[in-house]
């Protein structure tokens, strides 16, 4: 192999001046006159990457006039015309287009083509963008998307128009043709010379905090940026620098800055990978990844690379590749923080590393290019700003100080938000160095915001002050950054002091406070919730710390406090000893247990009991209520003096208090697994069923039974327009798509979408969200069918006021219930408020006076149940053929298994007991459907994606996959409910046409290397892909929130091992090929492909979905923290 050849001498290479008398045009035309042969570009000709080649200046400069020419011919139309670009192409090929688009006299806006249509809408309207450069991917998906959105929104009027970007034979056509001599006509120049002040190219933020905020380049700040030391300092380098930049992003503000004005200002080539417009223009371009990316980097011969620092992490670990890295000259990274254990191992190992620091409000402003003889290797995390940059560093009272960029003749930043001073506030906090001057590390924010593992952000200061007003509190400061749940410090004012080394006054005062931390915990998001056990009281010999004024300096305390606060965490979340304070029973009997259990309730429930007999759900416990509480059996378990029950404490599992919600089952539980009883080794079949049957028969009362004659079950034809449908749940995801289909039909007059009430957003607004959120057209919900109604359907006339409820009661033809608790971990208790409510509904179904109408039947009443309802159904695994019947079973004892199923069962049977036309629909597991392939990141089929980017590897699994995308069940259930045939009691609605496991999973794999830039994942068995699973869960910091944040699967170990047993057997057994993968039971769906056309026409799932799913997850930042 041989490597690329730079013999350009440059010693003899003209620099153009970067004192502002050129401008970036006119620097193009410089070296083209006076650099023509030096490399501007380089790249791999072939495949294998054995030979390479170069773009020369000249050769740059007229592939942007052909770029000019391609784009506007003859400069026609106004000068200054904003043009979008949101195109994956070569990042050869955009930085000709940008630099194109500006000799043509257009502003240039480059955009990430993984922003959302909303914020590409968002950004083209605020500059007044008409126009986009886009690639056919990109048009035929993102760009089909921003134009539904322009038409739903209020600037439906705008005009847009997408042009094609320019293909690389017309741009470089010696690359196609191998035609060195191509020539081409010069550009016509424009009508003036640009201001300085005009804006050259619009920047887009990284949107982390909303919407992607557009930042106007102009021609002064553009050239300002080549002043800095990413450009100006690499001449002076001893050594010819050839830049390795082929891993960033040609849109983002460090691509622009280093592959357009690097080349440009500091004439050093710059390292592409491969254009994959060499083969065809519709293949995509190369997605680095730590394998491809440092065996280009060998192949290339670059002597210094700039990349993000995951590659560095992943790097680290392999001594070749560290080999490969010491060899460079000076490795930049930049985009984010490297750990500090990856930089000191990189760093001893002999490798250069420099950080480079900057934004887009002001460019990399940082030293990044190494003095060799001053600058130590060990000091790779600091920073250097130039004097060229006017700074200032604000105090922040703890040793740090905040940057502010400030506005002078050497240097402008594009943004000012200084109200004292012209210049920019960085928000970024540093530390100085402590013996070196000049030196500085960016330590944090100057912003007060927890941020939450969950990435949900909690804001301190009313909770804060809500607890100040508590009389016996002199301090409080919040925490919870990267945790899950938010703390309180507290510090006692004088009289109220205590020991914090005796529990006993440690409850007393969390006591006395409690009522105060209640009201602030009353107008705070549910997250940010503070529980009694997270009060962490201050020691009187360790006050909080305090500004002059006397003001409480949170940082410093936390600081000050940091040893205890993770205690805290470590005890409460770990159970390390959580519920020792509580002496254990005299015995382990019922009665003896209860009492027990209750106190331990008191600790975590404002000190109140719960009713022995009611599903600790309806009392107000949530999933960390049933946390603590189980935390605190087995902390007491775990420190019992009987070494027999320390061991017990272990078969207590995650989900124990769901299992057993009331302090009744809950004692027996517990009592069963103190005598070494299966306590949870098998399901007591006989007392579910009993307890479904019970509430089937509670509120089954006043009904006319199975056996009674049904009204007509037919859908009697209605004339145009006058269906009046009642949908609950319809805010959320299947919902939405009921409600989109329902408003869209002309032969529905009205449509009434019920929604519990919500918290401090109109229901309006939320199901503008949910409508959003899925890419559906929002437009439509200002349609005169739509009625937007609140209510609660446990309660009576479903909690609305009378008029409101006879209005409906005396139009309503169908009756679609959507709404249900969706908690997998609950027992069927739990799940009887929604029960109660269906049957509200029903009442309602029954009364209806448009179901007295001659000629129009019954209110037809549609179920969105679940495949849940059959979750104890069996079959023989060598039985291809056998599936779930659609019909209801022999009992209900199908449907044994968790809560969530057992209440479907229950209301699927109270639905036949009703009389009333009627079809429930077992639904399956949905999967993202149309537009966006939209589906939920807290499903267990994204959880393992995400895990598995996190763990390298994805699993593979024998079988079928039957899941049906959202907007197909929501059009099936809608052929259903307005069909002419009788209506079967059960359907089944999973996908009619299975797709292999592998089938989805690859493309999964190839998108995964395109959106998260990392290396195509391998695929493995399921069985191994879980060994590596288990290997982590007993990893010391497998409980640590970041760790469980990161491999989501985690807290799924349980579920995802049976999967992987599952799969075993599959693979183990013959004839499997048509059988679901992974375990899942299959269902017959032929009542449902007679009755649904589009269960009849549905398409199996492709690539293509798969692909859209992965672009969906990307979208909302799953895979921000594997």
């Given at each position: 192999m041989t490597g690329p050849s730079y013999s350009s001498n440059h010693a003899s290479l003209h620099y153009p001046p970067n004192d502002g008398s050129l401008n970036h045009p006119e620097v193009l035309e410089f070296n083209a006159k006076h650099n023509p042969d030096a490399p501007f570009f380089i790249f791999a000709r072939d495949v294998e990457g054995n030979e390479f080649a170069t773009i020369t200046h000249r050769e740059f400069r007229d592939g942007c006039h052909r770029v000019a020419h391609a784009l506007r011919p003859g400069r026609e139309g106004p000068e200054g015309q904003v043009f979008s670009i949101i195109a994956n192409s070569d990042s050869i090929l955009y930085q000709t287009y940008v630099m194109g688009m500006i000799?043509?006299?257009?502003?240039?806006?480059?955009?990430?083509?993984?922003?959302?249509?909303?914020?590409?809408?968002?950004?083209?309207?605020?500059?007044?963008?008409?126009?986009?450069?886009?690639?056919?991917?990109?048009?035929?998906?993102?760009?089909?998307?921003?134009?539904?959105?322009?038409?739903?929104?209020?600037?439906?009027?705008?005009?847009?128009?997408?042009?094609?970007?320019?293909?690389l034979d017309l741009v470089y056509p010696q690359l196609v043709a191998k035609d060195a001599s191509a020539s081409v006509e010069d550009y016509p120049s424009a009508p003036?010379?640009?201001?300085?002040?005009?804006?050259?190219?619009?920047?887009?933020?990284?949107?982390?905090?909303?919407?992607?905020?557009?930042?106007?380049?102009?021609?002064?700040t553009s050239l300002d940026w080549?002043?800095?030391?990413?450009?100006?300092?690499?001449?002076?380098?001893?050594?010819?620098?050839?830049?390795?930049?082929?891993?960033?992003?040609?849109?983002?503000t460090l691509g622009l800055s280093i592959q357009l004005y690097t080349p440009m200002f500091a004439l050093r080539p710059v390292v592409h990978f491969r254009p994959s417009a060499l083969d065809s223009t519709a293949t995509l371009p190369v997605a680095p990844n730590a394998e491809n990316l440092i065996e280009y980097i060998k192949k290339s011969k670059v002597n210094m690379i700039i990349v993000v620092p995951s590659f560095l992490e992943q790097w680290s670990n392999e001594p070749k590749q560290i080999e490969i890295l010491k060899g460079l000259e000076f490795v930049v990274y930049s985009g984010g923080p490297l750990s500090i254990k990856c930089g000191d191992a990189l760093a001893a190992q002999g490798v250069r590393i420099v950080p480079l620091y900057g934004g887009t409000e002001f460019g990399?402003?940082?030293?990044?290019?190494?003095?060799?003889?001053?600058?130590?290797?060990?000091?790779?995390?600091?920073?250097?700003?130039?004097?060229?940059?006017?700074?200032?560093?604000?105090?922040?009272?703890?040793?740090?100080?905040?940057?502010?960029?400030?506005?002078?003749?050497?240097?402008?930043?594009?943004?000012?938000?200084?109200?004292?001073v012209r210049g920019y506030a960085t928000s970024d906090v540093f530390e100085k160095h402590p013996t070196k001057e000049g030196l500085w590390r960016i330590v944090g924010r100057a912003d007060d915001v927890i941020i939450l593992s969950t990435g949900e952000k909690t804001v301190p200061v009313p909770m804060e002050g809500a607890i100040l007003a508590q009389p016996a509190v002199a301090g409080v400061v919040l925490f919870g950054r990267e945790r899950t749940q938010v703390g309180a410090l507290v510090e006692p004012r004088q009289g109220y002091k205590v020991d914090v080394n005796d529990p006993a006054q440690i409850a007393k005062f969390r006591n006395l406070i409690w009522p105060a931390v209640e009201e602030a915990n009353k107008d705070a998001p549910t997250f940010s919730r503070i529980f009694k056990e997270m009060v962490l009281v201050t020691s009187p010999d360790k006050p909080m710390l305090r500004a002059a004024k006397g003001t409480v300096n949170k940082k410093a305390t936390i600081k000050l406090y940091q040893s205890e606060i993770d205690q805290l965490y470590d005890t409460v979340l770990a159970s390390a000893s959580a519920g020792t304070d509580v002496p254990l029973p005299e015995s382990w009997t019922p009665d003896a247990v209860e009492p027990w259990l209750q106190t331990h309730i008191t600790h975590i429930n404002n000190d109140k009991k719960a009713d022995p007999g009611v599903d600790?759900?309806?009392?107000?416990?949530?999933?960390?209520?049933?946390?603590?509480?189980?935390?605190?059996?087995?902390?007491?378990?775990?420190?019992?003096?009987?070494?027999?029950?320390?061991?017990?404490?272990?078969?207590?599992?995650?989900?124990?208090?769901?299992?057993?919600?009331?302090?009744?089952?809950?004692?027996?539980?517990?009592?069963?697994?103190?005598?070494?009883?299966?306590?949870e080794a098998a399901i007591d079949v006989a007392r579910h069923v009993e307890a479904m049957e019970a509430m089937i028969k509670k509120y089954s009362v006043g009904l006319p039974g199975a056996g009674a004659k049904a009204a007509p079950n037919g859908h009697v034809a209605m004339p145009k327009g006058a269906s009046v449908v009642l949908l609950t749940g319809s805010t959320g995801a299947l919902g939405s798509e009921l409600l989109a289909g329902l408003l869209a039909r002309d032969d529905v007059q009205t449509v009434y979408a019920f929604n519990r009430p919500g918290k401090g957003q109109s229901l309006l607004e939320r199901q503008s969200a949910a409508f959003e959120s899925r890419g559906l057209d929002s437009k439509i919900l200002k349609s005169d069918k739509l009625v937007l109604i609140e209510g609660d359907a446990e309660q009576e006339n479903l909690?609305?006021?009378?008029?409101?409820?006879?209005?409906?009661?005396?139009?309503?033809?169908?009756?679609?219930?959507?709404?249900?608790?969706?908690?997998?971990?609950?027992?069927?208790?739990?799940?009887?408020?929604?029960?109660?409510?269906?049957?509200?509904?029903?009442?309602?179904?029954?009364?209806?006076?448009?179901?007295?109408?001659?000629?129009?039947?019954?209110?037809?009443?549609?179920?969105?149940?679940?495949?849940?309802?059959?979750?104890?159904?069996?079959?023989?695994?060598?039985?291809?053929?056998?599936?779930?019947?659609?019909d209801l079973g022999p009992n209900v004892e199908w449907a044994v298994g968790n809560g969530y199923g057992e209440g479907k069962e229950v209301t699927q049977r109270i639905l036949v007991q009703s009389g009333l036309p009627s079809t429930s629909f077992r639904i399956g597991q949905m999967s993202g459907g149309l537009p966006r392939g939209a589906w939920s990141t807290t499903e267990w089929f994204p959880i393992i994606v995400k895990s598995s980017v996190s763990m390298g590897m994805l699993p593979d699994a024998k079988g079928l996959t039957t899941w049906l995308p959202m907007d197909a069940a929501a059009r099936a259930m809608l052929d259903v409910t307005f069909s002419a045939n009788e209506l079967p009691k059960i359907l089944n609605l999973v996908h009619p046409r299975g797709t292999p496991w592998s089938k989805l999973i690859e493309p999964i794999s190839e998108a995964l290397a395109r959106v998260n830039q990392g290396k195509k994942l391998p695929?493995?068995?399921?069985?191994?892909?879980?060994?590596?699973?288990?290997?982590?869960?007993?990893?010391?910091?497998?409980?640590?929130?970041?760790?469980?944040?990161?491999?989501?699967?985690?807290?799924?170990?349980?579920?995802?091992?049976?999967?992987?047993?599952?799969?075993?057997?599959?693979?183990?057994?013959?004839?499997?090929?048509?059988?679901?993968?992974?375990?899942?039971?299959?269902?017959?769906?032929?009542?449902?492909?007679?009755?649904?056309?589009?269960?009849?026409?549905?398409?199996?799932?492709?690539?293509?979905?798969?692909?859209?799913?992965?672009?969906?997850?990307?979208?909302?930042?799953?895979?921000?923290?594997?």
């Open positions: 000799l043509a006299g257009f502003v240039p806006y480059p955009m990430s083509p993984r922003n959302s249509a909303r914020a590409v809408v968002s950004m083209m309207t605020k500059v007044s963008s008409h126009h986009i450069l886009a690639t056919p991917d990109v048009a035929s998906t993102l760009i089909r998307d921003v134009k539904r959105e322009l038409e739903a929104s209020s600037t439906s009027n705008y005009p847009i128009h997408v042009v094609n970007t320019p293909r003036h010379r640009p201001a300085p002040s005009d804006v050259m190219l619009y920047l887009h933020s990284s949107g982390s905090t909303g919407h992607p905020k557009s930042i106007p380049q102009t021609y002064q080549a002043r800095l030391p990413f450009a100006h300092d690499m001449p002076n380098y001893p050594t010819y620098l050839r830049i390795g930049a082929m891993s960033l992003p040609p849109f983002h990399g402003v940082s030293c990044c290019v190494p003095n060799p003889r001053t600058d130590a290797r060990e000091d790779w995390v600091w920073i250097r700003i130039p004097e060229i940059v006017k700074t200032r560093w604000v105090p922040q009272g703890d040793d740090t100080y905040e940057l502010q960029i400030l506005t002078s003749e050497s240097f402008r930043p594009s943004v000012e938000n200084i109200p004292d600790f759900f309806a009392q107000g416990f949530d999933s960390l209520s049933a946390t603590f509480l189980r935390n605190r059996i087995v902390g007491s378990l775990k420190h019992a003096d009987d070494p027999e029950l320390r061991e017990r404490s272990e078969k207590i599992s995650q989900n124990f208090i769901f299992a057993y919600p009331t302090v009744h089952q809950l004692a027996r539980a517990v009592c069963a697994i103190v005598k070494g009883e299966s306590g909690g609305l006021p009378d008029d409101i409820y006879e209005k409906i009661r005396s139009s309503v033809t169908h009756i679609i219930h959507n709404a249900w608790r969706v908690n997998f971990n609950l027992a069927l208790s739990s799940f009887e408020p929604q029960v109660h409510g269906s049957r509200n509904l029903i009442d309602l179904a029954r009364t209806a006076q448009s179901g007295q109408v001659p000629g129009r039947g019954s209110v037809r009443f549609m179920f969105a149940s679940s495949i849940a309802s059959a979750q104890n159904w069996s079959r023989d695994l060598h039985d291809a053929v056998s599936r779930v019947p659609e695929l493995v068995p399921f069985a191994d892909w879980f060994a590596e699973l288990e290997r982590l869960s007993q990893a010391p910091n497998a409980g640590d929130e970041a760790e469980i944040q990161r491999v989501p699967a985690l807290k799924l170990l349980d579920f995802m091992r049976g999967l992987a047993r599952a799969d075993i057997a599959m693979r183990e057994a013959q004839d499997t090929d048509e059988l679901e993968a992974v375990g899942f039971q299959p269902f017959a769906t032929a009542k449902a492909q007679e009755v649904s056309e589009t269960m009849r026409t549905l398409e199996p799932l492709t690539a293509r979905d798969a692909l859209r799913w992965v672009e969906y997850w990307d979208s909302v930042g799953m895979f921000a923290s594997a």
